[in-house]
Nanobody, 120 residues
Framework: QVQLVESGGGLVQAGGSLRLSCAAS????????MGWYRQAPGKQRELVAA???????NYADSVKGRFTISRDNAKNTVHLQMNSLKPEDTAVYYC??????????????WGQGTQVTVSS
């Protein structure tokens, strides 16, 4: 079993900052990508940011220059530093990991989600 535990969501005023963290534990052979998605009410889930095991990151255009993703491979954790937050960043944020099994198979795992609310 693999578990993802998220933390760091909350309520913040526009222009403020939050830092999300996600820790993966359990039977993990290796992790390929780690990242964050978000889903706002009435909208589809969208990729916010992802980072490969080698450290290459990509971001949604809407968050470039404001959000920074980082990971600690030794601790199987991923963080999302969110600065200059806007009301349109309000959503439930989900951590995910793309893992590889010893035989080369792949599995995706998701966190339970953490609410981020940005007030104007």
């Amino acid at each position: 079993q693999v578990q993802l535990v998220e933390s760091g969501g909350g309520l913040v005023q526009a222009g403020g900052s939050l830092r999300l963290s996600c820790a993966a534990s359990g039977s993990i052979f290796s992790i390929n990508a780690m990242g964050w998605y978000r889903q706002a009410p009435g909208k589809q889930r969208e990729l916010v940011a992802a980072v490969t095991s080698g450290g290459s990151a990509n971001y949604a255009d809407s968050v470039k220059g404001r959000f920074t993703i980082s990971r600690d491979n030794a601790k199987n954790t991923v963080h999302l530093q969110m600065n200059s937050l806007k009301p349109e960043d309000t959503a439930v944020y989900y951590c995910y990991i793309d893992t590889r099994r010893w035989n080369g198979g792949r599995d995706d795992y998701w966190g339970q989600g953490t609410q981020v609310t940005v007030s104007s």
